[in-house]
Nanobody, 115 residues
Framework: VQLVESGGGWVLPGGSLRLACAAS????????LSWHRQPPGKGRELVAT????????TYSDSVKGRFTISRDNAKNTVYLQMNSLKPDDTAVYLC?????????WGQGTQVTVSS
């Protein structure tokens, strides 16, 4: 299984970005997928999860109402739409897929929110 994130970059506060995590080697529709982030000098934080059953989603309090996680089974890709970005959202964003064989992680994509 390989996960490849894309879509990161630099954005002004209040701006938007959409991250993508493309999977190969297995099918995203079968598993729980999540986005995590790691700010500079800090630990990793769970940001959003989309569950395999009924695509139920959950979010951390810090991003609720601003971020949306979604899944496109035809493209075997999971997305994170990020709106109203704040400087505190600056981090490396990583996607995770929990399979029956274990956890898989992408390499991460940098998001920088700054004026």
């Amino acid at each position: 299984v390989q996960l490849v994130e894309s879509g990161g970059g630099w954005v002004l506060p209040g701006g938007s970005l959409r991250l993508a995590c493309a999977a190969s080697g297995d099918t995203v529709s079968r598993y729980h997928l999540s986005w995590h982030r790691q700010p500079p000098g800090k630990g990793r934080e769970l940001v959003a999860t989309i569950f395999a059953i009924d695509d139920v989603t959950t979010y951390s309090d810090s991003v609720k109402g601003r971020f949306t996680i979604s899944r496109d089974n035809a493209k075997n890709t999971v997305y994170l739409q990020m709106n109203s970005l704040k400087p505190d959202d600056t981090a490396v964003y990583l996607c995770n897929m929990k399979t029956y064989g274990g956890d898989y992680w992408g390499q991460g994509t940098q998001v920088t929110v700054s004026s």
